[in-house]
């Protein structure tokens, strides 16, 4: 048998048309549909009613414009003032954000010195002025010179810590190379059986990915 409609309206109030009154059907309240809601199609588009993200080439374009620094002047990441913090806690990565501007009109996959403020060296780190992370820290000391020599240590250091830990006695698949854990910015390396499998996936490691294809 059909369910028995009625309709329930709170104690000592007046009947309007907002909001509906509710219908009982089957001993659970619904609320009635009124002609003043709004879709619930317009409320979404209303929400997810952004501006569109810019194309890739419009970005850079963007952010070139906005940090470009001296020309003049040697080439050097300057940080804002303040925004150095997550650097002195070793933080590898750098956003765009974080920039006061860039000297010296560099290419994206150059690597550059990264100073505070003040001038204080930071870091060396791979530049990208086509991602929000700007730059990848290479390296933390200022003496040292991000080369061949550099990559091959590098991967000679990340082998070796799976050599410690006899991975290879439990399987011939593994990470050999794991990016920021060991050092390397955007690089992946991947051993399945006899077959390494190298991913790239920042402007620093491209930059270089011939020396490390070599080692």
Known sequence: PARKEETVTRPNSKRSSFPPPMKKFGGRLRRKSSKTDTPRS???????NHQAVPATGEFTNHLVSRLRGN?????????KAGREKSLLRRHPWIF?????????????GDTLP??????NFLSWAAYNPNSQ??????SWREDEV???EFF?????SALGGRRELKLADQSSGMRLIHAESDGLPGLIVDQYGDVQVMQIGSA???????TITGI
């Open 152 to 156: 091959s240590n590098k991967i000679s």
């Open 204 to 210: 620093g490691a491209e930059r270089w990915r011939d």
């Open 133 to 138: 992370i700007t730059a990848r820290v290479w």
């Open 114 to 119: 990264v100073r505070d403020a003040s001038g």
């Open 146 to 148: 991000i080369d061949a």
């Open 96 to 108: 765009s954000g974080a920039i006061e501007r860039v000297d010296g009109a560099p290419v994206g």
């Open 42 to 48: 317009e409320q979404n588009k209303e929400r997810t």
């Open 71 to 79: 020309d003049g002047k040697p080439a050097a990441i300057i940080l």
